[in-house]
């Protein structure tokens, strides 16, 4: 699913360098930030999700440069900064339940350049592979809802397939500008529940 082609006879927009570097490096993130949030106070918690957030919507108003429509055989990214920045979303995401993809899109599309198409369906590679060390964290630490959790993968297994069927046919600039309006959003929603 993840690995899914531009087309029926085009090459993957998944770029495995990218989900092998970030994914492997969110991995480690999440599983430590999954164990510390059982320290830590839900006030705390909070406020480091809502910063993110904030963080989130002012990376996606930075303005794109470079092509959009690249292939991934083409792409060429700093590897460093891919790992060093997948670890830090890792252990926060972990931190705070979530996958991690409010934070690291924005970061692959203005920090590493990453084309927008690529972004979302590598993104998807590597919050799974989050998402699994947040989970296996969060259940060492002993703070995980299983009922939600439940629920929500259903929920991630019916919509991720369809999300990435429409977005396939959806022009680059709708889907940015729908990224930036999901994390502004999202930060303001956390924000209302912060204040």
Wanted: aromatic share 8%; glycine share 12%.
């Amino acid at each position: 699913m993840a690995f899914r082609k531009k087309s029926k006879n085009g090459p993957s927009v998944v770029h495995k360098g990218l989900v092998l570097y970030m994914g492997s490096s969110i991995l480690v993130g999440s599983l430590i930030g999954g164990f510390v949030s059982g320290m830590l106070n839900g006030d705390v918690i909070n406020l480091i999700y809502g910063i993110l957030a904030v963080l989130a919507v002012i990376l996606m108003l930075i303005p794109r440069r470079g092509t959009e429509e690249a292939g991934t055989d083409q792409l060429r990214f700093n590897k460093w900064i891919a790992v060093v920045a997948a670890f830090v979303v890792g252990i926060v995401s972990g931190i705070v339940g979530a996958g991690g993809a409010f934070i690291l899109i924005p970061i692959m599309l203005t920090v590493l350049k990453i084309p927008t198409r690529t972004t979302i369906a590598s993104s998807l590679a590597i919050v799974f592979i989050s998402a699994i060390g947040g989970v296996i964290g969060k259940i060492t630490g002993g703070d995980i809802p299983l009922w939600p959790t439940v629920f929500t993968v259903i929920g991630s297994l019916i919509g991720a397939p369809l999300g990435s069927k429409i977005s396939a046919k959806i022009n680059v600039k709708v889907l940015r500008y729908g990224l930036f309006v999901l994390i502004a959003l999202t930060a303001v929603k956390v924000w209302s529940t912060i204040l």
